[in-house]
């Protein structure tokens, strides 16, 4: 009995201090975002989607984009106001840690990420959120305030994190500052990090490095010389 107690108590634990990583993207941006982030930390990942594809959200000077916006500006409590997204079935109740990753359109949160927020905000009281945002230059204090609207009762880190357009070929640098500045593992009680292998790298038999993996030729990978034909 005893020890099935223990056991009940370890998968609690586990349960209660796993990260979900929700992320909807456009251009691929925050794609990129939620891979090097997910390099970094444990964590699930769930994709949100539009339930209609093949929008062009920024075609004719952002028109479409800025309807949907302008809805939920409008009537920001009435779910007809929100676009349709794919359904969703991720359990939240099994996750302490959210982390949001969602592009800026026009000083606002994407309106895609809105509809999942609007649904699913409330499950989230309590819980641990963290929010990146992907814009091209606009300050992010307008996508913070969509999401503090949508997820009232969240335990917001300290800090959230801006990746733009200027920044975003050095996510990782900025990913790992922001985890540390947040105390992530300390918060989330996830002392488990992850590690990556740097890639191999190759050298000609002069010990210059070489730019691109070799197709033909002899030459030095990982201090063993390597002969292809």
Not at 97 to 116: E, F, R
Not at 153 to 169: A, D, K, R, V
């Amino acid at each position: 009995m005893f020890l099935f107690c223990a056991l009940l108590i370890m998968l609690s634990t586990s349960a209660s201090s796993k990260t979900l990583v929700v992320y909807y993207s456009y251009t691929g941006n925050c794609r990129e975002i939620v891979t090097t982030l997910t390099s970094q930390i444990q964590a699930d990942v769930l994709e949100i989607q539009p339930a209609e594809k093949g929008l062009k959200y920024e075609a004719n000077g952002y028109a479409l984009g800025t309807q949907l916006l302008n809805a939920i500006k409008a009537n920001p409590n009435d779910a007809g106001s929100y676009p349709a997204i794919d359904p969703v079935t991720t359990s939240l109740s099994d996750y302490q840690t959210i982390i949001i990753v969602t592009p800026l359109w026009w000083s606002q949160m994407a309106a895609n990420m809105q509809t999942y927020l609007f649904n699913c905000g409330g499950q989230m009281a309590g819980k641990n959120i963290g929010l990146i945002v992907s814009s091209a230059s606009s300050g992010i204090s307008g996508v913070v305030a969509d999401c503090k609207r949508l997820v009232p009762n969240g335990q917001y880190f300290s800090e959230n994190l801006w990746i733009n357009s200027s920044n975003h070929s050095r996510r990782s640098t900025l990913i790992q500052n922001w985890l540390t500045a947040i105390n992530y593992q300390t918060v989330t009680g996830i002392s488990e990090a992850k590690t990556t292998t740097a890639p191999a790298r190759n050298y000609d038999l002069g010990g210059r490095l070489l730019v691109e993996e070799p197709t033909k030729g002899i030459y030095i990978k990982n201090g063993k010389k390597v002969v292809i034909k």
